[in-house]
């Protein structure tokens, strides 16, 4: 079982940057692929980015592509998400994700395929 927790949340101003953190609890984070997902009210839940067990391989949402960046720490257990340039649209909580890739530069964007999750974080962007 890995238990997830993301941190670093809050209200910011349009323009504005945050940076989110999930801290895993496991001694094998390195088998796992991690993600970021969001979800705004009324809305699915949907994939922002990945990166890859060994972090070489990363994957992003069109609509945040060249604003946001995935990042881990393999030493501290804990994967990133820089948000610059944020906008209104960015409003959602957002979730950490965990896929028990069996490749070490698989990434995936489906849901479906993650394991774990953590309780996530609201991100409010105000304009």
């Known amino acids: 079982q890995v238990q997830l927790v993301e941190s670093g949340g809050g209200l910011v101003q349009a323009g504005g940057s945050l940076r989110l953190s999930c801290a895993a609890s496991?001694?094998?984070?390195?088998?796992?692929?991690m993600g970021w997902f969001r979800q705004a009210p009324g809305k699915e839940r949907e994939f922002v980015a990945a990166?890859?067990?060994?972090?070489?391989?990363?994957y992003y949402a069109d609509s945040v592509k060249g604003r946001f960046t995935i990042s881990r720490d393999n030493a501290k257990n804990t994967v990133y998400l820089i948000m610059n340039s944020l906008k209104p649209e960015d409003t959602a909580v957002y979730y950490c994700?965990?896929?028990?890739?069996?490749?070490?530069?698989?990434?995936?964007?489906?849901?479906?395929?993650?394991?774990?999750w953590g309780q996530g974080t609201q991100v409010t962007v105000s304009s």
């Open positions: 994700a965990a896929d028990r890739a069996t490749t070490i530069e698989a990434v995936t964007i489906v849901r479906n395929d993650y394991d774990y």
């Open positions: 496991t001694r094998t984070f390195t088998n796992y692929a």
């Open positions: 990166i890859s067990r060994a972090y070489l391989t990363t």
